[in-house]
């Protein structure tokens, strides 16, 4: 440590600093950190009431009453209702902890971004050094952005935003970004669903490995979104590398086919009845995804009986203004700020889910109490339809 690093460590900056700096300290000693680097910026996740719970509410009121301030920009994950939509169909006794929760983070001034795609809203330089929580923003930094960032948990991505500074270990260090595995793609992946259903596969067989993942067809970013989400939804893979077969050549092989890739989406697709919620934006939705939403239900009409949730963040929304009245016109609804996995869709009597994400349909039946249906956006936005 510095000295000006020991200073805080003994309490000289107040409680809420030195809670912070032994929080990142004992994070390097466990990780075998030699010292602390500074950080562009920090995304903080634990934003829902529904998963954080009223534990951590105290430690967070305790943290902003001592004066803990962020010193660099710091994005905060989605939360569990959004002020247009479900606001009004949630009880009080859920609302008020969940506005709570809010008001420390913006006390330590925190951003309201409540977005799992912090990247939309700010330019990440590549090697830039952040301390991201949200483990799919966290695969898309390092692996589409080239930006790096370790999957910090909620209280470690909080602690560095407060110092400005994160432990030098992981995928800080050069060495550690290397892949280890060799991932040959030999099935056709023909759309963001299969690609999401290969990250769910991946994630179960990599564990923490780096794979460096070749046989690709050429996809969007939006695309890999999803395969980031997935990826990081079943392991602890914090990156992969695309077409990187010279580094790989060496390393350990895994070959993915179109049976395993088809098992995988027949295993999240729980679901055989109708939907009642069709979902899009997990992770939240891109301008340009937007666009092909609004372009897709242009002049049509959601089915009644069904919900129709298109989730992004304010910043995405405000700036696709139009599509977000093409698609209010249709029925559907704009969230903002929120996601369906993270809110209370169980409580809205929501019982079967369809949507593209795979992150979704993994997480649907354990925290949404809801079958899931998984397939592409077209046949979502067709099944949404009359
Ligand atoms: Fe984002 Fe929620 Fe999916 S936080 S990645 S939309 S589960």
Redesign the pocket.
């Known amino acids: 440590m510095t000295r000006e690093e020991e200073r805080i460590y003994d309490g000289e900056h107040g409680w809420a600093n030195q809670t912070c700096m032994r929080i990142l300290v004992r994070l390097g000693q466990l990780f075998g950190a030699e010292r602390l680097i500074p950080i562009g910026s920090a995304h903080v996740s634990g934003v829902s009431y529904k998963t954080l719970g009223d534990a951590p509410i105290e430690f967070l009121r305790t943290l902003a009453d001592s004066g803990g301030t962020v010193k660099v920009k710091t994005t905060l ?2 939360q569990s209702l959004d002020s247009h939509y479900l606001r009004g169909k949630l009880e009080e006794s859920l609302q008020k902890p969940q506005l709570d929760i809010l008001r420390q983070f913006e006390k330590m001034g925190l951003t309201k971004s409540l977005t ?1 795609t912090p990247y939309y809203l700010q330019r990440l330089p590549r090697g830039s050094h952040h301390a991201w929580a ?1 483990s ?1 923003a966290v695969v898309y930094a390092n692996s589409v952005l080239g930006a790096w960032t370790n999957r910090e948990g909620g209280p470690s991505a909080l602690a560095a935003a407060i110092i400005g500074k994160t432990p030098d270990y992981g995928i800080h260090k050069a060495e550690n970004r290397r892949p280890n595995v060799r991932v040959k793609v030999e099935a056709k992946v023909h759309n963001e669903t299969e690609l999401g259903a290969l990250g769910i596969f991946l994630g179960k067989t990599l564990g923490d490995k780096i794979p460096a993942i070749i046989g690709l067809q050429k996809t969007s970013n939006d695309d890999l979104k999803q395969l980031c ?1 997935a990826i990081a939804t079943t392991g602890m893979t914090n990156m992969f590398h695309l077409d990187d077969d010279k580094t790989a050549r060496e390393k350990e092989r895994i070959d993915v086919n179109s049976n395993q890739i088809e098992r995988t989406v027949d295993e999240l697709s729980s679901g055989r009845g109708e939907p009642d919620l069709v979902f899009l ?4 939705c891109s301008l340009d995804e937007m666009k092909r939403i609004a372009g897709f239900v242009e002049g049509g009409q959601v089915r009644a009986g069904v919900e129709f949730w298109v ?1 992004t963040s304010c910043h995405v929304r405000r700036a696709a203004s139009a599509y977000v009245k093409s698609i209010e016109k249709a029925g559907g609804h704009v969230l903002d700020g929120v ?1 369906t ?2 809110s209370w869709t169980e409580k809205l009597g929501i019982r079967t889910i369809m949507t593209n ?1 795979a ?2 349909a993994y ?1 649907a039946p354990v925290l949404n109490k809801a079958e899931a249906v998984l397939a592409p956006m077209k046949d979502c936005l067709e099944s949404a339809l009359q």
């Open positions: 994950n989605p799992c949200e799919s989400a934006g997990c992770p939240h989730c996601c996995v993270v994400s992150k979704t997480y």
